[in-house]
């Protein structure tokens, strides 16, 4: 009976970290789109081009890869607490986020942003590494209730922006910093390493080669980049997307576009956690296979709903938010199990920099698209990510090494 409420005081104790854990990472991560979601207000005030607003979101692109980038290059991430580096990077997030509002050019507005995102290199690898330490077992679901926070944090500001019409675009860059100072205070005061802690480790460049020749690990690497290739492009452009069609939508008003964006971000909060208990049951390639086809399906066919019916084009936005990013967790997941324990933390950073690197040249790829051509079949640029994706996952499951993986052949 001992043993039986020690198991279950372990389990609600986990599941209470997860919380706090993901709470902790969604507060910090509102930061990332705090300028896309008013990106027209400011568009207007330092006359952008579309060239220029894409600049807005690409420089927090750049400034997570060079960032996390960094972090594997001298294996940070190994060598440092998680809930210490979550809890610094998220406060300078929060200064950086707030410098916005005292941006005299749009160079430092930039200069702003690219802290932000180098900032936020040291909140979302550390805390998929914190969530796994206290999860050896149903580590996909976990990861995807942490994904899940993530994407409500990258939606947060449609929200804000869509709230009132009166709002001015520096309440939404407050309401943002404060939120990752929140999120900050939280981790340090409430957050704690779990019973499957990583060996930390000093840097040492063999280690990057390593994880290079680690075959199973680049094809889930290979994986993630086509499906990062498709994300970030989709969320950055989905309110430029909705504005320039649907116009029963629209109405004429910018709130129904926000709200809509918020609704399409957000959804992949569901998507991730319905992919992380798919994982967990049905494995984690067939899973992201499985969100790959589908969200490339979507961005494939949306343009054909983009001046209506508006039931139509909602259906295919929400479904396409749904799977975007209902397989991102798989990906980290599988980083943890398929590479050496002592070098997961690089692993990690090293996956995101290489992904989110990879999103500023779709980012600007869909702008140069939807400049040429009309943002109607703009997204069609993003089809070949999940396609390239899909490919991995079935070529991995193919191999030895993906029993590694949680239930990796099912």
Not at 96 to 107: C, D, E, M, T, W
Not at 122 to 132: E, M, N, Q, R, T
Not at 292 to 309: E, H, K, N, R, Y
Not at 322 to 328: P, Y
Request: net charge positive; charged share 10%.
């Amino acid at each position: 009976m001992a043993v039986a409420n020690v198991t279950a005081a372990s389990a609600v104790r986990r599941w209470s970290m997860l919380v706090v854990i993901s709470i902790g990472a969604f507060l910090p991560m509102t930061t990332w789109f705090s300028a896309t979601a008013i990106a027209p207000q400011l568009t207007q005030l330092w006359g952008l081009s579309p060239a220029g607003g894409a600049w807005v979101t690409g420089a927090v692109q750049i400034g997570f890869a060079i960032g996390a980038l960094g972090s594997s290059m001298i294996g940070l991430s190994d060598m440092v607490s998680p809930r210490k580096l979550i809890g610094v990077s998220a406060l300078t997030a929060a200064a950086a986020n707030l410098g916005l509002l005292f941006a005299p050019s749009v160079s430092l507005l930039l200069v702003a942003r690219f802290v932000t995102g180098l900032a936020l290199a040291g909140v979302y690898p550390p805390a998929v590494k914190l969530v796994s330490t206290w999860f050896s077992r149903g580590r996909g679901t976990a990861l995807g209730v942490l994904l899940a926070a993530l994407t409500l944090g990258s939606a947060f500001p449609h929200l804000v922006s869509a709230g009132a019409a009166e709002l001015a675009w520096q309440d939404v860059i407050v309401a943002t910093s404060l939120a990752a100072l929140a999120g900050a205070l939280l981790i340090l005061r409430l957050g704690e390493e779990g019973p499957y802690p990583f060996a930390r480790s000093a840097f040492d460049p063999r280690h990057i080669k390593t994880l290079a020749r680690n075959r199973a690990l680049m094809l889930a690497n290979l994986g993630y980049l086509g499906h990062m290739w498709e994300l970030y492009a989709m969320w950055g452009w989905i309110l430029a997307y909705i504005r320039a069609g649907s116009p029963d939508i629209v109405a004429g008003s910018s709130r129904g576009a926000s709200l809509l964006a918020f609704f399409v971000v957000v959804s992949g909060g569901i998507g991730s956690i319905l992919g992380g208990i798919a994982a967990d049951r049905i494995g984690r390639t067939a899973t992201a296979a499985a969100m790959m086809a589908v969200s490339g399906l979507c961005a494939l066919t949306i343009g054909l709903a983009f001046d209506g019916p508006s039931w139509l084009f909602v259906a295919v936005a929400v479904l396409w938010g749904v799977t975007v990013i209902g397989d991102s967790a798989q990906f980290s997941a599988m980083a943890t199990e398929l590479s050496d324990p002592r070098y997961v933390g690089t692993a990690l950073s090293l996956q995101l920099s290489s992904g989110i690197a990879l999103t500023f040249v779709s980012i600007h790829l869909t702008s140069f698209v939807a400049e040429t051509v009309g943002w109607r079949w703009s997204f069609l640029i993003l089809t070949p990510g999940p396609l390239l994706g899909v490919v991995a996952m079935l070529a991995l499951r193919r191999l030895p090494a993906a029993r590694q993986i949680a239930h990796g052949l099912m």
